[in-house]
C-alpha cells in the first residue's frame, strides 16, 4: 500500500527534524551559534485512476534553513572577548590558507603570541601606518605578545616636532654682568634656565638645557639732520637662548658645559614676541697688543644672527649623540608684525617678556625610548590600540570583517564557522563600524540566537508529527493484515 510509503517519509522527516531541534537546544549556550529551521515539501503527488485528482506520496526535507537574527550580547571581563554589533563576521584563516567566518568572538592568544580562535585558526586585521593613522596592507594574522615600540629620534622642528616652550621672561631683569663663554657656561652668564629630555636615533635620552639670557638695550640712532631718534634702530627687551649640554654628551671633556647653539628673541614693547631667529658662533680676530705692549687674547665665540629655514619655520639645533647628526627643533612660538593688520598671531602662545618672574608654563619634547607592548584595548572600529612600557600608546591592527549578500546560503564548516558557497554570493570585505558592517564590542560576546521556548514547541510538534506518522503504518499494516485474513 501507498499509505506505508508515505508514512515512512514522514517517519524519515521528522526523524530528520529532530535532530535539527536537538542540535538547536544543545547549542543554546554555543557563543555565536546561528540556529536552523527545517522546511518541509510534500513529494510529487499522483492520479487516482486517471482523474485530475491527485494525492500526495508524503513529504521530504526541501532545506534546513539557517537563522542568522543576533543573538544577545552577554558582558565578559576580557578585552579578547568580542562581539558585532550589526552585520558582519569576523575573518579566519586557517593553515591552509582557507578562509572561514564566524560570529563567535571568544578569542584567544595562542603559544606565540597571534590572536586565534579556540581551536587555534587565525584572526585577520590589517596593519594602521602610525604617521598617517591610515589602515594599509593586506589582511593578515597579527601577533599581540612580544610588539616593540621602536626609538623614535626627538624631531627636526618639521610638523610641530621638537621641543615646545612657552614660558615668560622677566622683562625688569638685569643684564648679567659676565660675557657668555661657549665654550664654559657658567650660572653667572644668564638670567634663566629649563632643562628637557630628547632622543637621539636609537633611544638614548639626553639632558639638555635652554637658557635665556637679557641683552643689554641699545638707544636709537639720531638722525644728523633733525636730531630725532631713528625708528627702528635701537633695541629694548631683547634676548638670546643657548642650547646648552654637557660637552661629554658629544665627545666633548666631561662636567663642562658647552653651547651647542643658540639664537635671538625679539618682543614689542608690551612684550609680545615678534620673531626668534637662529644664531650662530663666530670666533674674534686676533689678539690684540695693550698700551703696555702685553697680548690681549681674543675673547670668546660671539653669537650671530641667522635666518630660520622658510621650510621649517622654526630654529634648529644640529647634535652628534651618535656618528650621525642629529637636527632638533625648538620652537618659542610663531611670534607676530603688529604693523599688519592681516596677521592674526598674537605673539603670546611661546615665550613673552612680561614685567612679570620667570615662569615655564610648558616644556615638551617629542622622541622616545624603545618599548614594549604592555597592554591593548579594541574599540568599536575594531582598532588595536597598544600601550607600551615607555609611556607611548599607539593603533597597531584593525580587525577585518566580511559580509554576505546571503548570509543563510552559507556553509557550516563547523566549530562556530561558515564558508562561502555559490549561493551566499562573494565575500564583501571591509572595517567594522563602517557602512554596513557592524561595530566590535569588546568585552562582549554575542550568545547563541536559540529561543528555547520556540524550540520546545518544534520538539512537540515534531514528536507528535513523528507518533502520527508512524500511526499511519501501523494502521495501513492493519488493513494489509485485514485483506489478507479475507481469505481465509
Do not use: C
Amino acid at each position: 500500500m501507498v499509505g506505508l510509503r508515505t508514512g515512512a517519509t514522514g517517519l524519515s522527516s521528522y526523524g530528520e527534524a529532530m535532530t535539527v531541534v536537538g542540535s538547536n537546544i544543545a547549542n543554546v549556550n554555543t557563543v555565536g551559534y546561528k540556529g536552523n529551521r527545517v522546511n518541509f515539501q510534500d513529494l510529487l503527488a499522483t492520479s487516482v485512476r486517471g482523474s485530475r485528482d491527485k494525492v500526495g506520496k508524503g513529504v521530504r526535507i526541501s532545506s534546513v534553513q539557517a537563522d542568522f537574527a543576533p543573538g544577545s550580547m552577554e558582558s565578559s571581563s576580557r578585552t579578547l572577548d568580542m562581539a558585532l554589533e550589526g552585520d558582519g563576521f569576523f575573518t579566519l584563516r586557517d593553515k591552509s590558507n582557507r578562509l572561514f567566518y564566524t560570529r563567535a568572538g571568544n578569542f584567544e592568544l595562542d603559544d606565540k603570541g597571534f590572536l586565534v580562535t579556540v581551536n587555534g585558526i587565525n584572526v585577520l586585521m590589517r596593519d594602521i601606518d602610525e604617521n598617517t593613522g591610515e589602515v594599509t596592507g593586506l589582511a593578515k594574522p597579527v601577533q599581540l605578545v612580544g610588539v616593540n615600540d621602536p626609538p623614535k629620534a626627538t624631531g627636526d622642528g618639521t610638523n610641530g616636532t621638537g621641543i615646545r616652550i612657552a614660558a615668560n621672561l622677566n622683562s625688569d631683569a638685569s643684564v648679567p654682568e659676565v660675557q657668555f663663554d661657549p665654550t664654559n657656561v657658567q650660572a653667572e652668564m644668564y638670567n634663566n634656565s629649563t632643562a628637557v629630555t630628547v632622543t637621539d636615533e636609537r633611544g638614548g635620552e639626553h639632558v639638555v638645557n635652554v637658557v635665556f639670557r637679557k641683552l643689554a638695550d641699545t638707544p636709537a640712532q639720531v638722525d644728523p639732520v633733525t636730531g630725532a631718534p631713528i625708528p627702528g634702530t635701537g633695541s629694548k627687551n631683547q634676548w638670546q637662548w643657548y642650547f646648552v649640554v654637557n660637552a661629554s654628551e658629544v665627545g666633548g671633556e666631561p662636567n663642562r658645559l658647552i653651547a651647542v647653539s643658540g639664537g635671538f628673541l625679539k618682543f614689542d614693547e608690551n612684550g609680545r614676541l615678534l620673531e626668534t631667529t637662529n644664531g650662530e658662533f663666530t670666533t674674534p680676530g686676533a689678539a690684540q697688543i695693550g698700551p703696555a705692549g702685553q697680548i690681549i687674547p681674543p675673547g670668546p665665540p660671539v653669537l650671530v644672527e641667522r635666518a630660520v629655514d622658510g621650510n621649517v619655520g622654526v630654529p634648529q639645533v644640529t647634535l652628534f649623540f651618535t656618528e650621525n647628526p642629529q637636527t632638533i627643533g625648538i620652537n618659542l612660538g610663531t611670534g607676530s608684525d603688529p604693523t599688519d593688520p592681516t596677521d592674526e598671531r598674537t605673539g603670546l602662545e611661546g615665550v613673552t617678556a612680561f614685567a612679570s618672574e620667570f615662569n615655564i608654563l610648558k616644556l615638551e619634547a617629542d622622541g622616545s625610548k624603545p618599548g614594549q607592548l604592555e597592554n591593548f584595548e579594541i574599540d568599536d572600529d575594531g582598532v588595536v590600540t597598544g600601550f607600551f612600557n615607555n609611556g607611548n600608546m599607539r593603533q597597531l591592527h584593525r580587525l577585518f570583517v566580511t559580509r554576505f549578500v546571503n548570509n543563510p546560503g552559507l556553509l557550516r564548516a563547523g566549530d562556530n564557522r561558515f564558508s562561502e558557497t555559490r549561493q551566499s554570493g562573494k565575500a564583501i570585505t571591509g572595517n567594522p563600524n563602517e557602512g554596513q558592517f557592524g561595530a566590535v564590542k569588546s568585552r562582549n560576546l554575542e550568545k547563541s540566537n536559540v529561543d528555547l521556548s520556540t524550540e520546545f514547541v518544534r520538539m512537540i510538534e515534531t514528536q507528535r508529527a513523528f507518533q502520527a506518522n508512524a500511526k499511519v503504518i501501523t494502521t495501513g499494516d492493519e488493513m494489509l493484515a485485514d485483506l489478507v485474513n479475507m481469505k481465509r
